[in-house]
């Protein structure tokens, strides 16, 4: 076995299986193990996914909500066991693979459409 195929079967190892299937306009729900003193508890974070990236064990996803009238972006490992769950509230209609543009929209502006085509 060369390095190569030692480093894929490391990473297959580490791949979660119980992900849904994942676009670019959803509106998910991550659960973030937070670690506070010693106790750990799941913080659920809710957001539009505004981008993907990469492929495999180095997969992330970029969650952006407004929280206090300010937009507030952050990047999911996906495959991280800091990452409980992720789950689909629903599905978006988008024609774009990056929606860095709504970065640039305030309040009813930044609204997706929902589409039905896909399974939650």
Not at 17 to 45: A, C, H, M, S
Not at 51 to 76: D, H, L
Request: charged residues 30%; proline residues 2%; without cysteine.
């Amino acid at each position: 076995m060369n390095a190569q195929e030692v480093i894929r079967s490391i990473e297959a190892e580490q791949l979660k299986t119980n992900l849904p299937d994942i676009y670019v306009g959803d509106t998910v729900k991550v659960g973030v193990i937070i670690q506070e003193g010693g106790k750990e508890r799941t913080q659920p974070y809710e957001g539009v996914v505004i981008a993907k990236r990469n492929g495999g064990i180095n997969e992330t996803i970029t969650v952006r909500r407004v929280f206090q009238g300010v937009g507030v972006e952050r990047v999911f490992l996906v495959n991280s066991p800091r990452i409980d769950s992720i789950k689909v509230i629903r599905r978006g209609k988008v024609r774009r693979a990056k929606l860095y543009y709504l970065r640039g929209r305030v309040g009813k502006a930044t609204r997706i459409k929902q589409r039905f085509d896909r399974a939650l």
